[in-house]
């Protein structure tokens, strides 16, 4: 017998009884929940993705683009128009789903912890349970609800000083078009900008630092990819041989070396690290006989990075593409901004950002059209609920909404299918809505943030920093496709719901010249 095939023999031995106790727990468990079902009943131990691709393809030609394992959750949500007004159950790489329809997410999404959390699904789906990191931390939670929500306008003058002298450095600075790598270019400046807010001048340069910042993101995707080929029973033991996870495990050990010189410098010497940092703010929430912990301090500071730099430079990426493919709304958007900050006394502030209406709205509708994934509101169910039409959801059921779809219903918004980049400015400006329809806006039209208890709690960050990057783009460059090229990069989905820009995504940039005489 082949020697290398003695281990897949000796995984499939061992694997076994762990798949058919978890088979028998899911047919027990789906079979009580009386709703149509969709798709294939469970996944394989492993196998042939193409031929399973191709039978979940049949009949649905608006994901013949897709790929495993991202097509199960897509399917979920292109079925959408199939079951507009009732949950529906689906089999995906991440183990059973209920589908709720977006409008029954108003009744689930105050739910209390104890009755329904993010926190279960979220680690399911990023598969980061084997890295040790507690994604649920209460102190990490306090520290992004509460001091940093309420230090935003504290911070702001830092942020936008710092955010001016990176893009001056990473984006060309001449008058003749210039190519640039949109994702690649704005994970250096997001890892930069939000090193400041995270641990402040004396680490956010440090050139390991920001390599682990914006590669973090990325690695936990590509591990989760790997690990969904196979079944949720097996990933506990391929996880130990899989060549994703020990780079994760890699970027892990290199970012707890550089965190431990940090704690060490900050335990003794407190005074040179005073300051309004996350690190600073996560050590009152864990309090003095914690500060020792480099594992805990290093898991937070590697999750916040993914949760900001990551989404916050994809996000900007699909954004630049729209203005590269939609060159039209350049102009109204650079009058905006040059404004705005006239207004307030010629420099740019947070005070400049609520009359950044139109700039809000494009990032609106450019979310609406690259939200960071078709399914939203992932939700584990740890006590029995009844819905409003009478439907009963067990314990540890997952659900999520079919929530792209709902966006691009014409029943929701008109025209859905075009770039309508003042959408949602045209929406405020209508009696009594200026305060709705704002890209932190979470509404059941507006899902990508989350909603409810769980929603993003960075996402008025997020909105900040985005109105200002994308302002300083838009007010100093002209931004066009490559020649030749007549629509933006396409974008490319991975992982179970990860709908991303493309990673090597190119446009032509060049420094204006008025802006430059400025």
């Not at 399911?124 to 209460?138: R, S, T, V």
């Not at 309090?287 to 949760?307: A, C, E, F, P």
């Not at 709304?329 to 740019?348: C, D, H, N």
């Not at 219903?409 to 329809?437: C, I, S, T």
Request: aromatic residues 8%; glycine residues 6%; charged residues 20%.
């Amino acid at each position: 017998m082949d020697s290398s095939a003695i281990p897949g023999l000796a995984l499939t031995a061992c694997s076994v009884p762990l798949f058919l106790a978890g088979v028998l727990y899911i047919l027990l468990h789906r079979n009580s929940i009386d709703l149509p079902f969709v798709g294939p009943r469970w996944a394989p131990l492993w196998g042939d993705p193409d031929a399973e691709v191709a039978h979940l393809k049949e009949g649905y030609e608006k994901v013949e683009a897709l790929t495993l394992p991202s097509l199960n959750v897509c399917l979920a949500d292109h079925l959408y128009l199939q079951y507009p007004d009732r949950p529906f159950q689906l089999y995906s790489q991440d183990g059973h789903y209920v589908v709720v329809p977006p409008k029954m997410v108003e009744e689930l999404r105050n739910l209390p912890d104890d009755q329904m959390t993010a926190l279960e699904t979220t680690t399911n789906i990023l598969q980061i349970g084997l890295l040790g990191a507690d994604i649920g931390d209460p102190a990490s939670i306090a520290t992004i609800r509460n001091q940093l929500a309420h230090n935003v306008g504290n911070i702001m003058p830092g942020v936008i000083s710092e955010v001016e002298k990176v893009l001056l450095k990473d984006l060309p600075q001449t008058s003749e078009w210039s190519t640039v790598t949109v994702l690649p270019t704005l994970l250096h400046v997001l890892a930069i900008v939000m090193g400041l807010i995270f641990v402040g001048p004396t680490l956010n340069n440090d050139p390991t630092y920001i390599k682990n910042s914006e590669s973090f993101g990325n690695e936990v995707l590509e591990n989760a990819r790997a690990m969904k080929r196979y079944h949720p029973f097996l990933r506990p033991l391929v996880g130990l041989v899989l060549p994703e996870l020990r780079a994760l495990f890699w970027r892990w050990r290199s970012s707890k070396a550089l965190m431990g010189e940090f704690v060490k410098s900050a335990n003794a010497n407190p005074d040179l690290h005073h300051g309004l940092t996350v690190f600073n703010w996560f050590r009152e929430n864990i309090g003095k006989d914690q500060w020792g912990d480099v594992n805990r301090q290093t898991h937070m500071q590697l999750l916040s990075s993914m949760g900001a730099v990551h989404t916050s430079a994809v996000a900007l990426t699909h954004a630049v593409f729209e203005l590269a493919q939609h060159s039209e709304y350049q102009e109204p958007l650079r009058e905006e901004f040059t404004s705005a900050i006239e207004a307030k006394g010629g420099k740019l502030s947070k005070d400049c950002m609520p009359d950044l209406m139109k700039l809000d709205s494009f990032l609106k509708e450019t979310q609406r059209h690259s939200p960071p994934g078709y399914a939203s509101f992932f939700r584990y169910v740890y006590k029995e609920l009844i819905l409003s039409d009478g439907t009963r959801l067990p314990k540890y059921t997952q659900i999520l909404a079919a929530s792209y779809d709902h966006s691009m219903d014409p029943k929701v918004f008109d025209d859905p299918e075009k770039f309508d980049a003042f959408r949602f400015y045209n929406l405020r400006r209508q009696p009594g809505e200026k305060n709705k329809h704002q890209f932190a806006t979470t509404a059941l039209s507006a899902l990508a943030f989350g909603h409810g208890r769980h929603s993003c709690p960075g996402r008025h960050l997020a909105s900040l920093l985005g109105k200002t990057i994308l302002g300083t783009i838009v007010r100093d460059y002209e931004i066009k496709l490559l020649d030749g090229e007549t629509s933006k990069p396409e974008n490319t989905v991975t992982g179970i719901n990860n709908l991303l820009p493309d990673l090597e995504g190119k446009v032509l940039m060049r420094k204006r010249v008025v802006a430059a005489a400025n």
